[in-house]
């Protein structure tokens, strides 16, 4: 398919972003105008070409970056009003993004208020659902008896591991989670990224997770692939993320297209845009260049989005069928 088409097909669709992290996702352009003379307009890490040597150098740049703006719930709110806007050009109509809840204990601010900027950005023709991203050594004192209390926070729609899975996998864990869901939060959990696939079977086992961020080490092993199928999971990707901190050598590489031949259920997202400087549209093409995707299969990605967002069983309806329309529409230019 030539790229015109690609391109004019990817805007027709309605899409879903369903693993962003927020802070992750602030974007370039504000913080060169903040302060132009700190910040080139490419910095090295968003050369094309360019890998990440390792998951600490990646955190630290992210974390070294993401510092210098967000100070306030105002920034956030600033930030997210522009990430938003960016979704709205793409015709994404729904975002699950995550903020740290380390930044609550970094900043000294009630987490509440971060979570509401946030939502307080979100434009008409958006749905905006936000997580809170809780690392595996989270529960401090300081930080613990804030989460138990964030559980309870009505605007939150839920929770996500984050974080290194180098970390060892705390006894607080389980149980957390486990109150979470019964306060009716969605629970996610990032695993088999930098770890095996022993933390994805981790995850669904004993999270009871039904949304995996990342998966991809999955394929390197049979029973927990098949485990995916049979609890119905699905793995929130972001093949572009994966490339560039070297979970996978080559876009060639990534198993999101045999997870999809197996039936486990797939979408794709961004992950942290100001550290790999990808945008949805280029995920979906660099899928189409590298791994032979077609109108199809693209559009199977997107529905998935829906079928797994927290929208009314109407409105994911709608956008089904809009989804159905637009690959007819392809069908009818094709033959
Ligand atoms: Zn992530």
Known sequence: MSPPALNQFLASLPKTETH??????????????KDPAKFNPVPFFHEPNFKYQSFEQFESILIEHAMGWFDSAESYHEAAKVIFSKHIQQNVKYVETSFHAGMI????????????????????GLEVRVFLGISRNAYTPYLGPILDQAIGWSNLSGIDLHGLESLPFETWISPFWKRAQEHGKTVKAHAGEFGPASNVSQAVKELKVKR??????????????????????????????????????RMENHPIKDFMKRGIRCTVSTDDPLSFNNSLNEEYTSLVNHLSFSYQEIAHLVSNGFE????????????????KEEISKMNRVDG
């Open 212 to 249: 995996i961020q990342h998966g991809t080490r999955a394929f390197e092993d049979e029973e927990v692939m098949q485990l995916l199928v049979d609890e119905q999971v699905t793995l929130d990707m972001c093949p572009i993320s994966n490339v560039k901190l070297r979970v996978v050598d």
């Open 308 to 323: 797994v967002a927290d929208l009314s069983e109407a409105t994911k309806k709608s956008f089904l069928s809009q989804i």
């Open 105 to 124: 204990e970094f900043l000294k601010l009630p987490g509440e208020e971060i979570l509401n900027a946030i939502l307080d950005a979100v434009p008409k």
């Open 20 to 33: 962003l992290h927020i802070e992750g996702a602030l974007p370039w352009e504000l913080l060169i105008e």
